[in-house]
């Protein structure tokens, strides 16, 4: 199971680092990834990693703003946030996937509860 932390309330042009802290399991075993979700719309892909860190990939709409990372000794993910903006609002989920490459949420389990980012304009 997966729990995503360090969501809140910024201005446009803040600043937030999520984490998805992993029990039960080893993080190490699984590509990882952040999806959000914004009321009344779907889950939308933002970033994954494989399992080693060495490889990652993001969606176009946040290239160069956020940065993905992981710890495994840690069982560890992270999602670096800067230069939020309005639109970057939503729930923010981890989850864990036996394959890199996916950018589609049904590929991806262990959700647990999200955090919430909002950002203001």
């Known amino acids: 199971q997966l729990q995503a932390s360090g969501g809140g309330s910024v201005q446009a042009g803040g600043s937030l680092r999520l984490s998805c802290a992993a029990s039960g399991d080893t993080l190490s075993r699984y590509a990882m990834a952040w999806f959000r979700q914004a009321p009344g719309q779907e889950r939308e892909f933002v970033a994954t990693i494989r399992r080693d860190g060495r490889s990652l990939y993001y969606a176009d709409s946040v290239k160069g703003r956020f940065t993905i990372s992981r710890d495994n000794a840690r069982n560890t993910g992270y999602l670096q946030m800067n230069s939020l903006k309005p639109e970057d609002t939503a729930v923010y989920y981890c989850?864990?996937?036996?394959?890199?490459?996916?950018?589609?949420?049904?590929?991806?389990?262990?959700w647990g509860q999200g955090t919430q980012v909002t950002v203001s304009s």
């Open positions: 989850g864990v996937s036996n394959f890199y490459g996916s950018t589609t949420s049904q590929d991806f389990g262990s």
